[in-house]
């Protein structure tokens, strides 16, 4: 399994391939770690993204995905935030 800051770099990646999202800010140094990412078209249409058990988990609690899947995480969030693909 991948380090945590190295799977939240990936998230915020696997992110951009949807032309909807955009990563608000990455706080790698922060505790815990997390990326913030919302929806171009909304100003409140966003989730803060950390890791927790080997899994990427919103800030409110929702599971996205395991870390090992980075781009299945990152098409969850997308849905959630009522993004298209690019």
């Known amino acids: 399994m991948m380090d945590t800051l ?3 770099e990936r998230f915020a990646g696997a992110t ?31 989730e803060t993204v950390t890791c927790s058990d080997g899994a990427f988990v919103t800030s409110w609690g929702y599971r996205l995905g395991d870390m090992d899947d980075v781009d299945a995480a990152a098409d ?11």
Do not use: W
Not at 22 to 33: G, H
Not at 76 to 86: E, I, S, V, W
């Open 16 to 46: 951009r391939r949807h032309a909807d999202l955009s990563v608000q800010s990455i706080a790698l140094n922060s505790d815990p770690a997390y990326v913030c990412v919302r929806n171009r078209f909304s100003s409140t249409l966003f």
């Open 6 to 8: 190295s799977c939240l």
């Open 76 to 86: 969850r969030l997308a849905f959630l935030l009522a993004a298209l693909p690019a």
